[in-house]
């Protein structure tokens, strides 16, 4: 599909991967229709699509409550007459020991994370259905793929995106809507404002975990499925790694990633305090793509002290074992 003349919905559009992706989008000439809770940011982020010479119809979204998401697609329609792409981005997490993290938290981070992207299937869907073309891309994580401690309601959600992925393009085929194409994509971590808006029990920050990459890369990724759709994607050649070994040795990559989120992901020199973060309320002020991780200029870097750090752990565990 041509990017040039499509119209694209882009949910969670207000910060980080979704904003970056409309901002891509626009820059191709696509029609963005950018979705999410942040009124203001929203609006900014439209801006900046408008200024890259686009179309950009910002609509205050709450992909939690399904009636909000339909009407998301129906102004959508009722503005341009149809919906070529539809990203799922909205995402949410929080940290913490799992007796620790507040159910309602536990349950918040599942409906906006998995409950959304089944909503903003649902809504697009029959759209799609009457064209008889379309494209769905759902934002996973290698988190998908190898779970990580201290997250267990955002590793679940994106696990359970694959599935929805999947069990979709089955129906799809077997109705002949073979021009509706699900992708999803799996990023590695990435350069976004989401480590600090996190809900956070475990009293040390949450920061992000080398190697990071940046939220243009992910946008890359995206404009690409559209153009030549493909099943699932993994972003950043740390988590094409971590995917490829979990498939080898699925145990040592779970303790090998188990031993690096202990040792980078969550600060041993700067405390937290507990909080909901933005689970309940959005975040105030205009947005941004970048979280300050620094995701362009440490990638390299980063790749190398990754390596190092698994090498090491690898070491230390057969070490372990022998003893």
């Not at 409550?65 to 009407?71: G, I, L, M």
Request: aromatic share 6%; with cysteine.
């Amino acid at each position: 599909m041509r990017t040039g003349d499509s119209v694209v919905v882009v949910t969670g559009a207000s910060s980080g991967i979704g904003r970056a992706t409309a901002r891509m989008f626009a820059k191709k000439g696509a029609a963005v229709v950018l979705a999410a809770r942040r009124g203001e940011a929203l609006e900014a982020a439209a801006e900046e699509c408008r200024a890259a010479g686009a179309e950009a119809l910002p609509v205050v979204t709450d992909v939690t409550d399904y009636e909000s998401v339909r009407e998301l697609a129906r102004r959508t329609v009722e503005r341009h007459g149809r919906i070529d792409v539809w990203v799922n981005n909205a995402s949410v997490t929080v940290f913490g020991p799992f007796t620790d993290v507040p159910l309602e938290d536990f349950r918040r981070v599942i409906d906006v994370n998995l409950m959304g992207y089944v909503h903003g299937a649902r809504a697009v869907l029959p759209y799609l259905r009457e064209q008889g073309r379309g494209v769905i891309v759902n934002v996973s994580s290698i988190v998908g793929v190898v779970a990580q401690p201290y997250t267990h309601a955002y590793g679940m959600a994106k696990f359970a995106i694959r599935a929805l992925s999947a069990s979709l393009r089955q129906e799809l085929r077997l109705e002949g809507n073979r021009k509706i194409h699900v992708c999803t994509v799996l990023p590695a971590t990435i350069d976004t404002p989401l480590f600090q808006h996190a809900a956070n029990y475990t009293g040390r920050k949450a920061v992000a975990m080398p190697p990071v990459y940046s939220a243009e890369r992910v946008a890359h990724t995206i404009l690409d499925l559209v153009r030549w759709p493909r099943r699932e994607v993994v972003v950043g050649p740390a988590g094409r790694s971590f995917v490829t070994q979990s498939k080898i040795a699925p145990g040592l990559t779970e303790r090998l990633m188990g031993f690096q989120v202990e040792r980078s992901h969550l600060s041993r020199r700067e405390p937290a305090a507990a909080s909901s973060g933005n689970l309940f309320e959005p975040a105030p002020g205009n947005g941004d793509v970048h979280g300050g991780w620094h995701g362009r200029r440490r990638t390299a870097a980063r790749r190398l002290a990754v390596a190092a750090l698994a090498a090491g752990a690898a070491i230390a565990l057969v070490n372990r074992r022998r003893r």
